[in-house]
């Protein structure tokens, strides 16, 4: 793929913007694409473009949802009274599949970083008070990631909720500095949740 068509060229830059994918492995896919049009393209880009048009955020709890449908967290079910506040889709997957948290998820969709507000980055801070409202919430587990902006983004939430007469606590030891929640394997998480500390009130 030396004297590569322009369609594949700009194929090979969207794939290696991908997490994961560098333009090595991205032109390796595109190649085994190309070699399989109809088992592999054609199905892959009618999966693209319903994912595209059926599926969107729920601006209320962040998780993924059908377009037009009730999302999970509006039914006020009062199942749990814990939340567990993430980062991202990928943190709550490495949570649920470690086994050690039951309650509600509640994913931000990001972090800030100390120059920044909540606001302009459409964190989800807002709804979050909302629905500890709304489901008379007990506990709230800030699992941001060790990182500068996590942190700075979990102070924001404790701001935003600490008035609220509820338990706030932080993951804690075992989590390494910088580490983030995505990168941890399940033994590191459950130490985390195990010994996670109070928030105080200052
Ligand atoms: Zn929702």
Request: proline share 3%; glycine share 6%.
């Amino acid at each position: 793929m030396d004297n590569n068509l322009p369609e594949i060229e700009e194929l090979i830059k969207k794939f290696s913007k991908l997490p994961g994918l560098g333009p090595k492995s991205a032109k390796r896919i595109i190649l085994k694409l190309i070699d399989n049009k109809d088992t592999m393209i054609k199905p892959l880009a009618k999966s693209l473009a319903n994912v595209y048009k059926n599926i969107i955020r729920c601006n209320s709890c962040g998780n993924l949802k059908i377009i037009n449908t009730e999302c999970l967290c509006e039914k006020n079910d009062n199942k749990y009274d814990k939340i567990c506040v993430v980062e991202n889709l990928a943190d709550m997957w490495v949570i649920q599949s470690a086994n050690i948290f039951k309650g509600y998820f509640h994913i931000l969709g990001g972090t800030v970083n100390s120059n920044e507000k909540y606001e302009q980055k459409n964190l989800l801070i807002d709804s979050l008070v909302k629905r500890i409202k709304k489901n008379s919430l007990k506990e709230v587990i800030i699992a941001t990631s060790a990182t500068v902006e996590g942190q700075t983004t979990a102070h924001y939430i404790e701001d935003a909720i600490k008035n609220d007469k509820i338990k706030i606590s932080k993951l804690g030891q075992g989590l390494p500095v910088g580490g983030e929640i995505e990168q941890l394997d399940d033994g590191t998480l459950v130490s985390a949740f195990k010994s996670r500390v109070p928030v105080s009130n200052d």
